[in-house]
């Protein structure tokens, strides 16, 4: 299969939202569809200081894994948002079924095109997913714009050394596989204070995406072996083999220390005071 060259944002955007609602990648990732899974998550929502009672948006929602943890653990009220309509209304079912849909909703929309008011949230989560925006600076602007003053912003996400990736990372499946447009740390805070949004922590959990491709690989191996009914019916040998092709250059890349993942707090300033 050739696959293309990554051109038409509108075409990056639907194939990476139509990939990850399909159950093969629900078979392979499991509930949460980025590194450190729902450890690092709640990291994230404790050194964001999420509380009872605040309002968060989950950008990028994916499963709806994440919103349904930060309602059920810390008490927020959850609107999470993506562009793929099955994920919405899975994770809409799922909120049902926890019996949490009035703490939590899920819609679909672009994170470049926020379906919310301005202002209209004390806290903004985006795991591993604005490396795939292909209009970062307008993401950018989004986040900052639906935070109100004082407001943060909690960013996961896959970094990458300039240059670094080879050119088999850096087609259409290296973008679904949240490689290919990702950035160095530095250039995710640059676009967030070109937004407006002050960086004020950072940290480096290069081991989660280690530990994500290693698992993802075993995965793949285990289910070439031992179809279940489920996956067997989902991924054929060619399927499998692409991937763990994927998988193994994605390896390469984080030993090498060209690809890692990183977490990243940045603050919406208060409103300067009237005189
Ligand atoms: C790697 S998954 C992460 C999902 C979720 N944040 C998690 O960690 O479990 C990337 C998600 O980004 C969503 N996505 C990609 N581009 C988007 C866009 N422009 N607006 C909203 N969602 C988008 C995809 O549909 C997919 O659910």
Known sequence: ??????????????????????????????????PG???????????LGLRPGMRVLDVASGPGTTALALATEFGCEVVGVDLGEQNVARAGHAAEKAALADLVTFHTGDAEQLPFEDGSFDAVV???????????????????RVL???GRVGITDITV???????????????VACLADARPLEQYADLLAAAGLRTALTERHDDALRRMVEQIDARLRVHRMT?????????????????LALTGQAAQAV?????GYALLIAEKPKEA???
């Open 1 to 34: 299969m050739t696959i293309p060259r990554p051109g038409d944002p509108q075409v990056l955007k639907s194939c990476c939202a139509t990939a990850y609602q399909s159950d093969a990648v629900a078979a392979i990732l499991g509930d949460s569809y980025h």
């Open 37 to 47: 899974g729902l450890t690092l998550t709640r990291h994230l929502a404790r050194t």
């Open 126 to 144: 985006c795991e591993c997913a604005f490396c795939t925006f292909p209009d970062k600076p307008t993401a950018a602007r989004e986040l900052a």
């Open 148 to 150: 109100r003053p004082g």
């Open 161 to 175: 050394a300039p240059g670094g990736l080879p050119p088999e990372l850096t087609d259409l499946a290296g973008w």
């Open 227 to 243: 179809p279940t009914s489920k996956t067997g019916s989902l991924l054929t040998g060619a399927d499998i083999d692409r991937a």
């Open 255 to 259: 030993s090498a220390g060209t690809a």
């Open 273 to 275: 005071p009237t005189s």
